[in-house]
């Protein structure tokens, strides 16, 4: 697509529950990462995606969090037994890479996850 | 483990003011890049420079990378009140794969 497309937009699940957030990054981008966002924050790594290597999982807080690319394109984040502290916005980014180089990131709009 | 700082955290300025944010990493990076994410919107890529001290140009803006690469600045003559957002700088991350860390940002509030 044009963009990079993120559902559901917002989110409410109650605390204990799992949710699953996906993301639909741009056509031909090989690169996709996830970040989180909390409130007034910065953005907080969580994995990436490239091509058909191994994703890099080193920025997810907990064994409850999860992901997967299927087919190199479409992106599902999971969260198991949701926390109240998972409370944030999760944003979605695709971009190209040329050699050593990461080109600038399209992020999707986000999604917005309220766990009460 | 690496960081990525910028300075100031928040600036008010009235509108027509400059108004410059700093980046500065504790490692050298390849490359920098900079993002303006608007209240409730998400963050848009600028630019991304890559030569020591390098400068670009974006109408208002200019974008200046360190001689050691360590560091960068974000400048807005003229500050208008569409610069209202935040100001995210980002780098590749040190552990030889893809990632990018990002800065906490520089919130910039413009009063008419």
């Known amino acids: 697509g044009a963009g990079v497309s993120q559902s559901p937009s917002n989110k409410v699940t109650e605390k204990g529950k799992d949710v699953e957030l996906r993301c639909d990054p741009i056509s031909g981008h090989t690169a996709l990462y996830w970040y989180r966002q909390s409130l007034g924050q910065g953005l907080e790594f969580l994995i990436y995606f490239q091509g058909n290597s191994a994703p890099d999982k080193s920025g997810l807080p907990s064994d409850r969090f999860s992901a997967e690319r299927t087919g190199g394109s479409v992106s599902t984040l999971t969260i198991q037994r949701t926390q109240q502290e998972d409370s944030a916005v999760y944003l979605c980014a695709s971009s190209t890479q040329g050699g050593r180089l990461i080109y600038g990131y399209t992020f999707g709009s986000g999604t917005r996850l309220t766990v009460v | ?112």
């Not at chain 2, 807005?76 to 030889?96: E, L, M, S």
């Open chain 2, 1 to 112: 483990g690496q960081q990525v700082m910028q300075i100031p955290q928040y600036q008010h300025v009235q509108e027509g003011e400059d108004f410059t944010t700093y980046c500065n990493s504790s490692t050298t990076l390849s490359n920098i890049q900079w993002y303006k994410q608007r209240p409730g919107g998400h963050p848009v890529f600028l630019i991304q420079l890559v030569k020591s001290g390098e400068v670009k140009k974006q109408k208002r803006l200019t974008f200046q990378f360190g001689e050691a690469k360590k560091n960068s600045s974000l400048h807005i003559t003229a500050t208008q009140t569409t610069d209202v957002g935040t100001y995210f700088c980002a780098g590749p991350g040190n552990t030889g794969g893809f990632k990018t860390i990002f800065g906490a940002g520089t919130r910039l509030f413009v009063k008419a």
